[in-house]
């Protein structure tokens, strides 16, 4: 493999390139491995400008698989397959469930490196019903036992014992972080209304940022009772959601039922939301399911605590680095207590962002990440 580029195919599902922590993962990749050693494909369900102009604009061969939308997409199987057959790819590297279970069991057949990256969701989530979960169930035992599938990786140790424990893998793992891109541009993002918009309320309040899209897991609403609470105590907070998704409209009618719509603004989806951390005293995370998302490394690298459910591996980071603090999911009375707490306490508030910024400077940053997945990927291709 030294003589040539290790070409690298990526198959993900569900990118949307706005708010999305596996495609900003993507980007990593694409812009920090080296191009002079790896050769980068993208095969995804398809057909996001936002995505196909940005792959272009680095590089990457781009294919849009409609039929990954599909329930069960026969025709799927066979465009996969003869794709990467005619691609000649050495790796294949899966991003989610449905591109797993699919180049899973395409690789009994074509015998290429396959792994797949968790990134918060498997097979026993509340996206699949029953019946899913136990189809799913046996394709994945039909992958692990003709041993299709080289290498599981995840983004924190937490993450890797959770799902080793749940499915019973084992097979070999590889534990990274994804850190944050430091080597990004912060001059090209504009300050206009927005930023004029954020400040005003900043000026006279605590604010809060809640950052992704707002979907079901996110559960937002129960950001709002904390919400509602914390003005029930007379703490001077306000709420900043920022991003898009199906569940807006309904959340912006929970706020007019918890009469707390003077104390919460939805900004809907911000292009370079990175560049705004600065303005928030705190990042609420109030997610039932996730991985170890991208907003963590951001509010970090930006100096900002982050108060978080304890799901994923947000425990390991927020509490290893204490950089945040974590609480049951859905303890309203816990969460409402580590805000009002840190509203207080300025000085921890500041300790707790200084920790996350020093931990970023010298541990989880562009240069680790780089390091990780190009040896990883030199490794695996190098393998009998």
Not at 273 to 300: H, R
């Amino acid at each position: 493999m030294q003589n040539k580029k290790i070409k690298i195919c990526h198959i993900a599902h569900k990118l949307t390139g706005k708010s999305d922590g596996v495609f900003t993962h993507l980007k990593m990749l694409f812009e920090l491995l080296d191009k002079n050693k790896f050769e980068q494909i993208l095969m995804y369900s398809g057909n996001e400008p936002i995505i196909d102009a940005y792959a272009r604009s680095v590089g990457v061969k781009v294919y849009n698989i409609s039929e990954l939308n599909k329930k069960l997409p026969i025709k799927l199987f066979f465009k996969i397959f003869r794709i990467l057959k005619e691609e000649n790819v050495d790796i294949i590297h899966t991003h989610l469930v449905k591109p797993y279970i699919f180049a899973g069991l395409i690789n009994i057949k074509l015998r290429k490196k396959l792994i797949f990256n968790y990134h918060g969701v498997f097979i026993f989530s509340d996206f699949y019903n029953l019946l899913e979960k136990l189809f799913l169930t046996l394709l994945h035992k039909i992958i692990l036992s003709r041993r299709a599938v080289n290498l599981w990786v995840f983004p924190s140790r937490l993450l890797r014992d959770k799902l080793i424990n749940n499915y019973g893998y084992r097979g070999s793992t590889r534990v990274y972080y994804n850190g944050y891109p430091m080597h990004k541009s912060t001059s090209d993002y504009n300050f206009s209304k927005l930023v004029d918009e954020i400040k005003k309320i900043r000026f006279g309040y605590f604010l809060v940022g809640i950052i992704g899209r707002v979907d079901t897991h996110k559960r937002i609403d129960i950001a709002l009772k904390v919400l509602k609470n914390l003005v029930q105590n007379k703490l001077n907070v306000f709420f900043a959601i920022i991003g898009d998704g199906d569940k807006i409209e309904e959340m912006k009618e929970e706020t007019k039922i918890l009469n707390i719509s003077e104390r919460v603004k939805f900004f809907g989806y911000v292009p370079d939301i990175k560049n705004y951390f600065n303005y928030f005293d705190l990042i609420l995370i109030t997610s039932e399911a996730e991985g170890l998302p991208f907003v963590i490394w951001e509010a970090m690298y930006n100096g900002v605590p982050v108060v978080s459910s304890d799901v994923g591996g947000i425990r390991e980071i927020l509490e290893g680095e204490n950089c945040g603090i974590v609480y049951p999911f859905n303890d309203l009375e816990r969460c409402v207590e580590i805000i009002t707490d840190l509203y207080y306490n300025r000085e921890k508030l500041k300790i707790l962002g200084e920790n996350g910024r020093k931990a970023i400077l010298e541990k989880y940053n562009e240069k680790q990440f780089k390091q990780f997945f190009e040896q990883l990927y030199i490794d695996l291709a190098d393998e009998k």
